[in-house]
């Protein structure tokens, strides 16, 4: 038989070392371990149960919004926190100081009994005339902020039973810019100043005009803020389909409400997983009259009845309910 050990002067060769044990994908399993753990941290945590209301603008149309806060609330569903735009953000903190029954019937008797007058007070020139006057605005604000102290029932932002946020357009750099404490009064204002219709509001050396104009419907806010449950109140219909323009001022107008729908509807398409997006369109198109407040009552009922239809027929998904 042959002498396994090795001659005399030649060291012993070591005993082989143990390979560490490898995993299907031929990684060492504390790579594996390792790697995992990674995996894990970059999961996103599931965002705790957040619902949130998106009052878009809409001018005159704002009646809308309220019939379906009125419905929203007879049906027990109450915002965590809420985001508005321009006539949203008018309606949101009325709703906010008052998120109950009786808050959103007074919202309603106010918007029924609301003239062109009330808003919008004439001057001494009229009709075409008054947007050749040497000055910022065709209108004083005097009556919106009047109607707004009335309505909203609290001094300061923060006072708000339910926290809201609404955003308005900066004149010094052109971006969004939001409003989340302070004096209410004035932060709606400048959300609700429509450009040349309502004079700029400044806050803090910034003057801001409408937040319609850079973000009419800001359901990325909510997103942002960790909404799970997005209700969004239009004045309009989801999809916009705007006639011809006839003179120079439709086609102006057209492309600004055109530009508003496209914004919307990029970010309603790229909905993070674990969002649910309720849309309440609102109807019509917008009026040619941006003083004409006579059909409020019937838009109120409108709204109700549009809530009260997606809600009684919610077998679908919000997106499906959304996408409609």
């Given at each position: ?67 379906m806060l009125c419905e929203l609330v007879d049906r027990g569903i109450r915002a965590d926190r809420v ?23 007074r919202l309603a008797d106010i918007w029924r009994d609301l003239t062109g007058d009330d808003v919008f ?204």
């Amino acid at each position: 038989m042959t002498d396994p050990s090795p001659p005399d002067g030649v060291p012993a060769p070591a005993p082989p070392t143990p390979s560490a044990p490898v995993g299907a994908a031929g990684a060492p399993a504390r790579w594996r371990a390792r790697i995992g753990r990674r995996r894990r941290r970059r999961r996103p945590e599931p965002r705790a149960p957040m619902t949130a209301f998106v009052l878009a603008g809409g001018g005159s149309r704002g009646a809308v919004q309220v019939g379906m806060l009125c419905e929203l609330v007879d049906r027990g569903i109450r915002a965590d926190r809420v985001f508005g735009a321009s006539v949203g953000a008018v309606n949101g903190a009325a709703y906010c100081g008052d998120p109950t029954p009786e808050g959103t019937k007074r919202l309603a008797d106010i918007w029924r009994d609301l003239t062109g007058d009330d808003v919008f007070p004439r001057g001494r020139a009229h009709g075409p005339w008054t947007f050749f006057q040497q000055r910022a605005s065709a209108h004083t604000n005097t009556g919106l902020r009047r109607i707004i102290e009335e309505g909203i029932g609290f001094h300061l932002l923060e006072e708000a039973q339910v926290p809201i946020e609404v955003v308005t357009t900066s004149l010094t750099d052109g971006r969004e810019r939001w409003i989340t404490a302070g004096p209410a009064a004035d932060a709606v204002l400048a959300s609700a100043a429509i450009p040349a219709i309502f004079p700029p509001v400044e806050i803090d050396g910034d003057l801001l005009v409408d937040g319609g104009v850079v973000n009419n419907v800001p359901i990325s806010r909510a997103i942002a803020a960790g909404a799970t449950r997005i209700y969004v109140l239009l004045c309009g219909p989801l999809h916009f389909h705007p006639p011809p323009p006839r003179r120079p001022a439709e086609a102006v107008l057209t492309a600004f409400f055109v530009a508003i729908h496209a914004r919307f509807t990029r970010e309603l398409a790229l909905l993070p997983p674990g969002v649910e997006v309720v849309v309440f369109s609102g109807g019509g198109e917008p009026g040619s009259d941006y003083r004409d407040f006579s059909s409020s009552a019937e838009l109120i009922e409108q709204g109700r009845s549009e809530v009260a239809s997606v809600l009684d027929h919610s077998g679908d998904t919000p997106f499906e309910l959304a996408a409609r």
